[in-house]
């Protein structure tokens, strides 16, 4: 065990913990006394999400010599996976163990049934947070939480889950940080400037296109919900009934069968080159913080650099307007249920791309700390 004093952030929402009887905060505290008992270190949870600082602590560890000792612990519920503070936390600190070659240190607890994680037909999950946590080792608890807290059980579990994070912290390996490649090592595992730069220089203008794209798509979809409005209104008003609202439904369907086909494709193929290339980014920026860049390595830097912001603000203006438009279609997807797989498709594809602002709003802010002079 390292003699650095191992920490680990509980990721939860505090509705699911009061809805629980207050057994979430309840069980970091038996992990940490169980993990203390059977290794003799202390083990510090840190559980209040809206403390100032809170993500900031555990990014300043995995930047230091505490990188192998610092996890993060998801307690994967539905209510989880709707929290978009939830989703972020997990998003960036994937991103950032995989840059130091650490996955392991996410460690998911699949507290409340979520059909998506628990599916073993092979199938991707649609949800791109479900599929970060399901390449995991997640730990099971949604039959536990259902046990008396003190019933030998329920403390075997604790025991074992405690276990765990022992075995984890004591086998992870040392980081393995991105670096530019020296010229003894050319053929360095970890991707190093140049491989970081051309993969960035294929990426960007695939991401500006996906964003331009998915806006003209959703304007679409939204012309065509705008149609069948006013079908309804004149269904309506000639006293068709519901009969008449059925008819414009259908219509609707077979009108937004391409587009969302398209929204689909352009929300998975934006967050898949998002996600691909983040933790090689995240190295990049970080190697770059650290100096020894050649001036022109360290000119190319602030290229890429300023071409990041741009490709933030842009994508942030497109994300909020379809965030919004996410929310208006969750209420329309309850009028019908031959929209209703359609509307939900929308919100999917629309959530990849909130996720993957998540990642390019990391990437900004860790430029914005970079000084490559």
């Not at 765990?164 to 004591?170: A, D, G, N, R, T």
């Not at 998975?268 to 995240?282: C, E, F, K, Q």
Request: net charge negative; hydrophobic share 40%; with cysteine.
């Amino acid at each position: 065990m390292t003699n650095a004093q191992p920490a680990g952030f509980w990721s939860y929402t505090h509705g699911d913990d009061e809805l629980d009887g207050g057994r979430i905060g309840r069980l970091s505290e038996r992990i940490a006394n169980e993990f203390e008992i059977i290794t003799g270190e202390k083990l510090e949870i840190f559980l209040d999400k809206r403390s100032i600082g809170w993500g900031d602590a555990w990014r300043t560890r995995l930047d230091s010599a505490l990188t192998g000792t610092t996890f993060l612990i998801p307690i994967v519920t539905p209510k989880f996976l709707k929290s978009q503070e939830c989703r972020r936390e997990v998003i960036k600190f994937a991103g950032h163990a995989a840059s130091l070659g650490l996955q392991e240190l996410l460690l998911p607890i699949h507290y409340v049934n979520v059909p998506q994680l628990a599916q073993s037909n092979g199938e991707r999950p649609g949800d791109e947070v479900v599929e970060l946590i399901a390449r995991r080792q997640w730990v099971d608890w949604r039959e536990l939480r259902l046990e008396d807290e003190d019933s030998p059980l329920y403390r075997q579990a604790v025991h074992k889950l405690a276990q765990k994070i022992s075995e984890v912290l004591e086998g992870a390996p040392p980081a393995r940080p991105v670096e530019a490649p020296r010229p003894s090592q050319p053929d360095a595992d970890a991707p190093g400037f140049i491989e970081v730069m051309a993969a960035m220089e294929e990426a960007l203008p695939v991401w500006f296109e996906i964003i331009e794209k998915f806006g003209s798509t959703i304007g679409l979809i939204g012309k065509e919900t705008a149609w069948a409005a006013e079908e309804i209104n004149s269904s309506d008003a000639r006293k068709a009934g519901f009969a008449g609202r059925i008819r414009v439904a259908e219509q609707l369907a077979g009108r937004l069968e391409k587009p969302v086909d398209e929204v689909e494709s352009l929300g998975t193929r934006y967050w898949d080159t998002l996600s691909a290339i983040d933790p090689g980014v995240i190295g990049f920026i970080r190697r770059s913080g650290e100096g020894g860049l050649a001036p022109d390595d360290r000119l190319v830097a602030r290229e890429f650099f300023e071409q990041i912001r741009n490709l933030a603000s842009v994508s942030k203006v497109t994300t909020s307007q379809l965030q919004g438009f996410s929310e208006s279609v969750g209420g329309a997807a309850q009028t019908s249920s031959r929209l209703r797989p359609q509307f939900r498709s929308i919100q999917s594809a629309v959530q990849k791309v909130i996720d993957g602002q998540t990642v390019i709003d990391e990437w900004r802010r860790m430029i914005d700390e970079t000084d490559l002079d």
